[in-house]
């Protein structure tokens, strides 16, 4: 098993940055892909980015290629996901998860992932 702890939230404006760091704790972190997700009020879970367990292989969301970056330190047991030119609409807490048997072709569905952290809040102000 793998326990998750989000943390790097807060408040910016709109064009600002932040960076959430995914903290893992227990055995094989680096036998697990792992995935970045988001809800907005009132919305329902949605996939922002996922690194398989060669960090070479990312995958992203349309909404947010080109702004944000998924990147993982197998040592370190970290994931984490730098997010640039944040706007409004990626308000939302967000949740990393993580799998052990994800195959490629699921890697946006919430259901896929097993393990997920307890989220952190990211609010962009206009």
């Known amino acids: 098993q793998v326990q998750l702890a989000e943390s790097g939230g807060g408040s910016v404006q709109t064009g600002g940055s932040l960076s959430l760091t995914c903290t893992a704790s227990g055995r094989s972190f680096s036998s697990y892909s792992m995935a970045w997700f988001r809800r907005a009020p009132g919305k329902e879970r949605e996939f922002v980015a996922a690194i398989r367990r060669s960090s070479s292989n990312t995958i992203y969301a349309d909404s947010v290629k080109g702004r944000f970056a998924v990147s993982r330190d197998n040592t370190e047991k970290t994931l984490r996901l730098q997010m640039n030119g944040l706007q409004p609409e990626d308000t939302s807490i967000y949740y990393c998860?993580?799998?052990?048997?994800?195959?490629?072709?699921?890697?946006?569905?919430?259901?896929?992932?097993?393990?997920w952290g307890q989220g952190t809040q990211v609010t962009v102000s206009s």
């Open positions: 998860a993580a799998s052990d048997s994800v195959i490629l072709s699921r890697v946006r569905a919430p259901d896929a992932y097993h393990y």
